[in-house]
């Protein structure tokens, strides 16, 4: 079964600073791919970045930037320069899809990390 | 920017009640789910839906869920007899395909409070 962890439920930073989001996942499946959601105090899930597990080079998407270390099993999620809009009381899942899935490929998220951004 | 929508945003129903939840999916996807967050908790999955019917759901969904796309464009979740630990917050998603790098998209979420 799919498993995704994410071992720092909250974590802080100084504005302008960048920040290390972790998270490992278990699967047996050789093709996947593995997302990256921000959910802001109002509730929303909103998407940040894509990585599939037969890409070559790291997913970069503006700050946003995931160091895939396939061997490991993690999808760490990286944020250049924090800047305040990047939480106030946010949540970052991890989540992951097995896109050889002809069933609807189901999302597996981890448990969130909250981050808080200081000034 | 196409955005998937849910309505109502925050619903109160007592126990026993009946309760539909409403989307309406990004016009040009084809794969739409329910999924489920227990405050304070991580996002489960419920359901994925594709050409009319279920492809698969997970171990919560038992007898008492049900989906519908009833027409065009709506995408409906019902739980028939609503229990306390229903009270979650409710998200529809929705992709263009099911097995590739696409992204879900989710809507804001439907909060439900049952009492």
């Known amino acids: 079964a799919q498993k995704i962890t994410q071992t720092q439920p909250g974590m802080f930073v100084q504005e302008k600073e960048a920040v290390t989001l972790d998270c490992t996942y278990d699967t047996s499946d050789q093709s996947y791919g593995l997302f990256w959601y921000k959910q802001p105090s109002s509730g929303e899930m909103i998407f940040l970045i894509y990585q599939g597990s037969y890409d070559e080079q790291n997913a970069t998407e503006g700050r946003y930037s995931l160091n895939f270390q396939k061997a490991r099993k993690s999808a760490n999620l990286v944020i250049s320069a924090s800047q305040l809009g990047d939480s106030a009381i946010a949540l970052y899942f991890c989540a992951m899809r097995d896109i050889a899935d002809n069933q609807g490929g189901k999302l597996i998220f981890g448990q969130g990390t909250e981050l808080s951004v200081k000034p | 920017e196409p955005e998937v929508t849910q309505t109502p945003s925050h619903q109160v129903t007592q126990m026993g009640q009946e309760v539909i939840l409403r989307c309406v999916p990004i016009s040009n996807h084809l794969y739409f789910y329910w999924y489920r967050q227990i405050l304070g908790q991580k996002v489960e999955f419920l359901v994925s839906?594709?050409?009319?019917?279920?492809?698969?759901k997970s171990e919560i969904f038992d007898d008492q869920f049900s989906v519908e796309r009833p027409d065009g464009s709506n995408f409906t979740l019902k739980i028939r007899s609503t229990k306390l630990e229903d009270s979650a917050m409710y998200f529809c998603?929705?992709?263009?395909?099911?097995?590739?790098?696409?992204?879900?998209?989710f809507g804001d979420g439907t909060r439900l409070s049952i009492l």
């Open positions: 998603a929705s992709s263009e395909v099911g097995f590739s790098n696409q992204p879900q998209h």
């Open positions: 839906f594709y050409n009319n019917e279920i492809s698969e």
